[in-house]
């Protein structure tokens, strides 16, 4: 996760290479550090220094990591000749290089010819199971392709083999989420509180899917993690305070009726909101007092 010093760094670097200020190379080694994809701004200043000679020989060794990160940024957008000539320049220095060779899959699968890119892909593969970069290819063409199905088989054998990579479950969740598999969703958002307890969203996200679920166990959990979030977040995440007043609506409805606990509980969200719309947007304060009210709180 990029923090603010690093987004503020990122942001004061690219307005200068914009502006001609120089600092092109810095600008793009602290995009690759953060692991971001700026691929229009990374193809129009990394191709300003490779086509310059002079700015190209002075970065050295580092010349063919501008050639495989520009690479990347023509595939993502859709520059394909400019991407195909990167390639080649890196297979004429690296003969035979695996990493080389995950560059020409990908430009396979930009192409749309997904035959010949999952072959390459799976000889990579066979030859280094354990390459993270290859197998999450390989769950982005599926989806690229459309197939939903393929997407989610591959993401759950990535995830017995690299059962930490949160960006994975949380990517899993969310197809599981936009098919109404809110059980299995639920599980992958389970993970990410275990191995995130301090991430806000990771609540909310699981609170979201155990409302969607219903039922009294359900509804009952789904406010608990609602509470969690606006704990995690000071009091100040609208779509929480929300979630603990219908959650409490809910079950009162199941129940017919409510105990002191989910009274106060909803009441103090129903405050909190009320202040918030005051000072973030009064003009809709009606319509949340006529929301609350069908709510019945």
């Not at 701004?41 to 520009?70: C, F, I, M």
């Not at 999450?136 to 017995?160: C, S, T």
């Not at 809110?182 to 191995?195: D, N, R, V």
């Not at 009441?267 to 929301?291: I, M, R």
Request: hydrophobic share 40%; proline share 2%; with cysteine.
């Amino acid at each position: 996760m990029v923090s603010k010093t690093e987004e503020s760094q990122l942001q004061q670097l690219e307005n200068q290479v914009e502006n001609g200020g120089g600092g092109a190379w810095e600008y793009l080694s602290l995009v690759r550090k953060l692991k971001l994809r700026r691929s229009d701004k990374v193809l129009k200043h990394g191709l300003t220094l490779l086509n310059d000679p002079k700015k190209r020989s002075a970065l050295g060794s580092d010349e063919w990591t501008l050639y495989e990160q520009v690479a990347i940024a023509a595939l993502d957008c859709q520059c394909l000749d400019v991407a195909k000539d990167c390639i080649k320049v890196l297979q004429k220095k690296f003969q035979d290089s695996k990493r080389v060779g995950r560059l020409e899959a990908m430009l396979l699968e930009a192409k749309g010819s997904w035959a010949e890119a999952e072959k390459a892909y799976s000889s990579l593969l066979e030859d280094n199971p354990l390459d993270q970069v290859i197998s999450m290819r390989r769950v982005a063409m599926a989806k690229a392709r459309g197939d939903i199905l393929a997407a989610i088989d591959w993401l759950n054998k990535y995830l017995e083999i690299f059962m930490a990579d949160h960006d994975a479950w949380r990517e899993l969740a969310e197809i599981y989420v936009s098919l109404q598999m809110y059980k299995q969703a639920a599980f992958c958002y389970e993970e990410l509180i275990l191995s995130q307890p301090m991430i806000p969203l990771h609540h909310l996200a699981y609170a979201d899917v155990l409302y969607t679920i219903g039922g009294i166990e359900n509804l009952q959990t789904a406010k608990k993690y609602y509470a969690s979030t606006i704990e995690l977040t000071g009091g100040k995440n609208v779509r929480a305070l929300f979630g603990v007043c219908l959650c409490t609506s809910a079950i009162g409805q199941l129940t017919k009726g409510r105990n002191n606990e989910d009274k106060e509980i909803s009441g103090l969200a129903a405050k909190a909101l009320e202040k918030d719309y005051k000072q973030n947007s009064p003009e809709k304060l009606d319509l949340l007092a006529s929301t609350l009210k069908t709510l019945k709180l």
